[in-house]
């Protein structure tokens, strides 16, 4: 350990902690801060007046096929196995099975297919030939063609992010997976799927219990801090640190709508995504996840969310805007750059910090290395 001074870390979610944790372990003394009065992020969950678990900002559901990732957060917690599914409402009233698989397929098209060679004919089939597709439109497309396209992804993409198919990069849908088996897990391609048997919270908890670690929740980053600080990690929004001076980054917000039911009937899955073109996107039944009825009460909790500008949710910023030109993107190189001209003390992290979507695992792996990085250089 070279430094005095101690270690400013701005966000209390999964990137601040994980350096805040391995700075702690590395010798440093850390002064954490969060503008809101929890910490935990985005991941933040609490216990309601049904007794019920709730995750705060959306459900979280850890997935990976990083077992090191998965090791090392288990050292702050117990976790559970858990496999994610979802279904989603077709307009007709049909529940289908999400990813589209063999059931899907034909609960939508009436055939009556049992094998994946029959589905995957039938995809080829509808697929349109477009040999390089331009935007997620022509993406989707080219995979499953126009009809399960339109049903599944148009009007939801258009609530979610404003934009037409045609505006959005291939990448945006690039991830989703499409099943031609009877396979209804939603992360069947992550080995890994575990949720904190005691909740996000806990975990949290146990990350910043560390004699060197401090937190301070309800304290907003100001820039003259610094002066008490050898360094900062920061994962405040980097164009607000900016100023905005060029320009505003956007991002979708969503509003939830948390409502109490006393006669829930019995359902295998957690979340259920509306697919019409009203304003909800999903919503899910807390009930359903492991460990998340935490006292019996004989109610349980729905939350559903309503995708918004996030200048119209109180500059709550979740998923980073991501246009087919990627103009956007361009706007956040220009920060990154006087960032990196700007100051050698100073590191931006997170979601964020770097305008990117990141799921926990990816947080935590990229953390974990800015982390290491950076005791190392100093050692
Ligand atoms: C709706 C939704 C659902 C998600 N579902 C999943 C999922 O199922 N699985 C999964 O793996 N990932 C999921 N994620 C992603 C997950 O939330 C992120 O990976 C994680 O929160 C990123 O951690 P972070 O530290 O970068 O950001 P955050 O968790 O957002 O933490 C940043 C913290 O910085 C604080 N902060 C910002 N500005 C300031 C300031 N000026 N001063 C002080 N504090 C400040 C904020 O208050 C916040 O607490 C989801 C995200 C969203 C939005």
């Known amino acids: 350990m070279t430094t005095t001074k101690p270690v400013l870390i701005v966000g209390a979610g999964f990137s601040g902690a994980v350096h805040a944790r391995l700075l702690a372990e590395a010798g440093y003394r850390v002064d954490v801060i969060d503008v809101r009065p929890h910490i935990g992020g985005n991941a933040y969950d609490h216990v309601d007046a049904n007794g019920i678990r709730v995750h705060a ?8 096929k990083n077992k090191p990732i998965a090791d090392w957060l288990r050292q702050f917690g117990t976790f559970v196995d ?11 009233g049909i529940m289908a099975p999400l990813p589209i698989n063999l059931d899907t397929v034909n609960l939508v098209f009436g055939t009556s297919y049992t094998t994946p060679e029959q589905v995957a004919d039938h995809l080829a089939r509808v697929a349109v030939p477009i040999a390089k597709p331009a935007n997620a439109a022509e993406y989707l497309y080219a995979h499953i ?11 939801y993409t258009k609530k979610m992010w404003q934009f037409d198919l045609e505006d959005m990069a291939s990448a945006v849908v690039k991830r989703i997976p499409l099943r031609s088996d009877r396979t209804d897990t939603y992360f069947a391609d992550d080995e890994i799927q575990m949720m904190p048997r005691d909740g996000y919270t806990a975990v949290f908890q146990r990350l910043f219990d ?4 401090t937190v301070a929740l309800e304290t907003a980053f100001d820039r003259a801090m610094l002066a008490d600080y050898a360094f900062c990690f920061n994962a405040m929004p980097i ?3 900016f100023d905005f001076s060029a320009g505003e980054l956007p991002y979708r917000s969503i509003r939830f709508h948390t409502r109490t039911i ?11 995504n509306y697919t ?3 304003a909800l996107t999903r919503e899910t039944r807390w009930d359903c996840l492991p460990h998340h009825i935490v006292q019996e009460t004989g109610r349980r909790t729905i939350t559903a969310e309503e995708p918004c500008d ?20 361009a706007i956040y190189n220009k920060y990154k750059a006087i960032a990196d001209e700007s100051s050698s003390e100073m590191a931006f992290i997170g979601r964020c910090g770097t305008y990117q979507y990141l799921d926990m695992d990816q947080v935590i792996n990229q953390s974990l290395a800015s982390a290491r990085r950076w005791i190392a250089a100093r050692a």
């Open 310 to 329: 996030y200048r119209d949710n109180n500059r709550e910023r979740y998923y980073p805007v991501k246009t087919a030109d990627n103009r956007f993107q």
């Open 145 to 155: 063609g126009r009809d399960l396209t339109d049903l599944f992804f148009r009007p």
């Open 57 to 64: 900002y959306g459900p979280h559901l850890f997935h990976t």
């Open 276 to 278: 019409d073109s009203g």
């Open 210 to 213: 560390h004699p060197l670690i």
């Open 262 to 272: 006393t006669d829930a009937p019995a359902q295998d899955w957690s979340v259920t």
């Open 239 to 241: 164009d607000a640190y």
């Open 82 to 92: 858990y496999t994610h599914k979802v279904r989603a409402l077709l307009p007709s």
